[in-house]
């Protein structure tokens, strides 16, 4: 097909829609009552004269001067009379504005000659439904223009024109694009398209893969991100007291600060959990410690001390957790019952079921220690602990592992798993982090005899 064909048909067969001649103007014109009848008809009447203009200057095979005047007709059309039958004004921003690239790359002197075939059966349009948080991306492959991919959004009429003009090469891939969008038979009415090599058109699975792969090999993103931006809600029992050595605790106090700094979700938990880390493995040393009492460390100690750490991450965190959740979180309450009472009113608290939650727990592979399912209603004050740590456990794996047999958390499954939805992130943001959170700062603000040093060094013999 020619360009000059290309350019101008569907612009003018849209607009012609909108005008007396339009095959659904005059049944919509009759329902109106006296004072919508004359408005429909004077801004009818003004894009039917930039219509007759714009099929003037497609004779003279040129390109279109200024749309100024068209867009303002538009744009007062749709406030005014946006339920009209068939009015696609999104397709007609974008061909306006697609028009208007064109025109700013080849009109002028140096217009090239629109006589030019393009073959435009080598290319179609995909529609989206992958997840994808690009609106606009265009890969433009120099060597064969046919592997060239256009992920596109005209609902975003502004973004897209932004994203149009600031093209710099394969501006041609715009003739292509412009003989999909305005077709008689073909409304755009999803939110993305994707154009692409015709033969992939039913391929889409294809088409995203490949499009994601362009998209992050240029340093984009593909997920939409999950922003946790609640300050750390701690209560005001948990004082911070001039005079305590809070130094011991410098380098968790700097994850906690980046933890802060951090806004996405999973960024978050990765930071919270390595201060836990460092806990499981400060633990076992702080109790060395507290039984010397500031006597002489001896070889044997330091064995003990190291049989202690010699352990399996998930064991070391099972034995941490033991610990912390005997203390006292308030007065009369631990943090067994607080965290209990807080799993247990997850269901009703936050819109989730139960049978969500237990798929959940079962794609993270969270056992009893014979191997048997866990399930919601199971967890009591006796096995918490343990559930618990596992939980905290399974939900760091499931980030940073990426075994095929595993379960990945990642921003898609997070937020749109194809079973159980969204149920990752409300155990994540109602559940985990607030009392993660919590844990830290009563260990670090509260003296207590699992994370906190009696003594700055270590005595390994008598100097006097």
């Not at 047999?405 to 997070?414: A, M």
Request: one cysteine or more.
């Amino acid at each position: 097909m020619r360009k000059i064909d290309i350019i101008y048909p569907n612009l003018i067969a849209l607009l012609n829609n909108l005008t007396i001649d339009g095959a659904s103007f005059a049944a919509f014109h009759d329902g109106l009552d006296e004072e919508g009848q004359n408005k429909l008809i004077d801004i009818s009447e003004k894009i039917a004269t930039e219509k007759r203009e714009i099929t003037k200057t497609q004779l003279r095979r040129e390109f279109y001067p200024d749309f100024t005047n068209l867009l303002n007709f538009i744009t007062e059309y749709n406030d005014n009379f946006n339920a009209f039958p068939n009015f696609r004004k999104n397709e007609l921003v974008a061909i306006i504005s697609i028009i208007q690239k064109l025109t700013s790359e080849f009109g002028g002197a140096d217009t090239l000659n629109l006589e030019e075939e393009v073959a435009i059966e080598d290319f179609d349009i995909v529609e989206m439904n992958e997840a994808i948080v690009q609106d606009n991306f265009l890969h433009f492959d120099t060597t064969d223009i046919t592997h060239s991919l256009f992920l596109f959004n005209i609902n975003k009429s502004t973004e897209f024109k932004n994203y149009i003009d600031s093209i710099n090469s394969g501006v041609h891939i715009l003739y292509y694009l412009l003989s999909k969008i305005g077709v008689h038979a073909n409304l755009l009415t999803a939110d993305k398209y994707v154009l692409v090599k015709s033969t992939f058109s039913a391929k889409p699975k294809i088409v995203w893969a490949t499009l994601c792969l362009h998209i992050v090999k240029t340093g984009g993103i593909i997920h939409s991100s999950y922003e946790y931006l609640l300050p750390p809600a701690i209560p005001t029992s948990f004082l911070v007291s001039l005079g305590k050595n809070y130094q011991q605790f410098s380098d968790s106090i700097g994850i906690i600060s980046e933890y802060n700094y951090q806004k996405d979700i999973l960024d978050k938990y990765l930071r919270v959990y390595h201060v836990f880390e460092n806990f499981m493995y400060k633990s076992p040393l702080v109790k060395l410690e507290r039984d010397s009492s500031g006597e002489v460390f001896s070889i044997r100690d330091f064995k003990r001390m190291y049989d202690r750490i010699n352990d399996s991450e998930i064991n070391m965190l099972k034995k941490l957790f033991e610990s912390i959740l005997a203390l006292e979180h308030t007065p009369g309450q631990t943090f067994n019952t607080k965290i209990l009472n807080s799993w247990s009113g997850l269901i009703p608290g936050s819109f989730v079921d139960a049978v969500k939650i237990n798929f959940l727990i079962d794609v993270l592979n969270i056992k009893t220690g014979k191997g048997n399912t866990i399930v919601h209603g199971d967890i009591t004050a006796d096995t918490l602990p343990h559930f618990f740590a596992k939980l905290v456990y399974a939900f760091r794996n499931s980030m940073v592992h990426n075994r095929e047999t595993e379960f990945h958390l990642t921003h898609q499954t997070l937020l749109n798993h194809p079973v159980i939805e969204n149920t990752a992130l409300i155990v994540l943001e109602s559940f985990l982090l607030p009392i993660l959170e919590e844990v830290v700062f009563y260990l670090i603000i509260n003296e207590n005899t699992i994370v906190w040093y009696d003594n700055s060094i270590l005595k390994l013999w008598e100097k006097d």
